[in-house]
């Protein structure tokens, strides 16, 4: 009767509460550590407290499907994999959040998918048990449904045994199936038709729809055209009075400063107010400096780079030490966000 009970409680659980309960919690722990942090600067960073969440969210499922009894199903052994890895791999807050939101959904239907497999087959067991099924035309269907908490059998033929039937609708496994389950006689067996609901079909285009949703997104980001966040540094490029009168320093240093970033991993760079994609330009004409073919404030030029910091901080330093570098740089490591480039 307690396995019944929990049981019930397993399937009645609806996973997608727990990722907003994880969400709200992890917001109003943001908000309490970012007024904490203003008083305690150099503790953990917001991504590590977010990634932890998603961790927890992560252990969370495993939990579930170890409950579940399939914590050794290959499908959900891999989407839990796969979860997990790309948590552990996301670079920013957002990423993280999608992570948690397109991997956690495809853990979600794995685990909801095997238990909906594991009941059809307790029910496919318990049909193949009834002499009746042996002696049957070939063809005949029964349909098992659940409504409004009671296991509806359709069995047009008569088939089935009265005891049977009784025997499904008396099973805890059949009573917690949520799919429409059709089991058709073919050679003297029931077997499985694998026709799914439209609800479901609905559910599983909404999830490749999710997911390319998901792909565009990181494309779009990658390519400059979508807004990016994430931890980085804020630039601030001066010109030194030694350097002041060498022509075209400013587009050159710039550039270089540009170049050595993307080489050492930067996912995005803003200057000015300009997001550099692939086809952007670095000009100087005089004092002036022409990114994109506009023209960006230089005293001081703002360089925003998202990335690893640490490792962005010691790639400048290879260029910063040239003898012939003639811009003087403030560097500061933190969060920042770059505009969009304009699709045109």
């Known amino acids: 009767m307690a396995g019944d009970r929990h049981q019930r409680w397993t399937d009645r659980f609806d996973p997608w509460l727990a990722i907003l309960i994880v969400v709200m919690l992890l917001n109003t722990a943001a908000l309490a550590r970012s007024i904490y942090l203003w008083r305690r600067p150099g503790l953990?960073?917001?991504?590590?407290?977010?990634?932890?969440?998603a961790v927890a969210l992560g252990d969370f499922y495993s939990k579930q499907a170890k409950d579940l009894d399939l914590e050794n199903n290959a499908s959900v052994r891999e989407a839990l994999?796969?979860?997990?890895?790309?948590?552990?791999q996301a670079l920013t807050r957002d990423e993280v959040a999608r992570a948690m939101s397109s991997y956690g959904r495809n853990l979600s239907d794995a685990l909801h998918r095997e238990s909906q497999l594991k009941r059809e087959q307790v029910a496919l067991a318990i049909i193949n048990q009834d002499p009746g099924v042996g002696t049957a035309k070939e063809g005949v269907t029964v349909t098992l449904q659940v409504e409004n908490g009671k296991v509806v059998v359709n069995d047009?033929?008569?088939?089935?045994?009265?005891?049977?039937?009784?025997k499904l609708k008396s099973n805890s496994s059949v009573q917690a199936l949520t799919e429409l389950v059709q089991v058709q006689v073919r050679s003297g067996r029931g077997r499985l038709l694998t026709t799914r609901s439209l609800p479901g079909q609905i559910h599983t285009l909404r999830q490749e729809i999710n997911r390319v949703q998901a792909v565009l997104e990181q494309a779009m980001q990658a390519g400059g055209f979508a807004e990016l966040n994430g931890d980085g540094l804020l630039i601030r490029a001066r010109q030194s009075a030694g350097q002041a009168l060498i022509e075209n320093v400013l587009g050159y240093d710039l550039r270089d400063i540009v170049n050595e970033l993307f080489a050492a991993g930067a996912r995005g760079i803003q200057v000015g107010s300009q997001r550099l994609i692939a086809t952007s330009s670095i000009r100087a004409v005089g004092d002036t400096v022409l990114v994109n073919h506009k023209a960006i404030p230089t005293q001081p030029?703002?360089?925003?780079?998202?990335?690893?910091p640490e490792v962005l901080t010691s790639a400048l330093d290879l260029i910063t030490n040239s003898p012939y570098f003639g811009l003087v740089l403030d560097i500061q490591k933190?969060?920042?966000t770059l505009a969009a480039h304009p699709l045109e």
């Open 44 to 53: 953990v960073s917001e991504l590590a407290a977010v990634r932890l969440g």
């Open 81 to 88: 994999a796969k979860y997990r890895f790309e948590v552990e």
């Open 156 to 166: 047009p033929e008569s088939i089935l045994a009265p005891k049977t039937v009784d």
């Open 301 to 308: 030029m703002e360089i925003k780079v998202v990335g690893d």
């Open 334 to 336: 933190q969060n920042v």
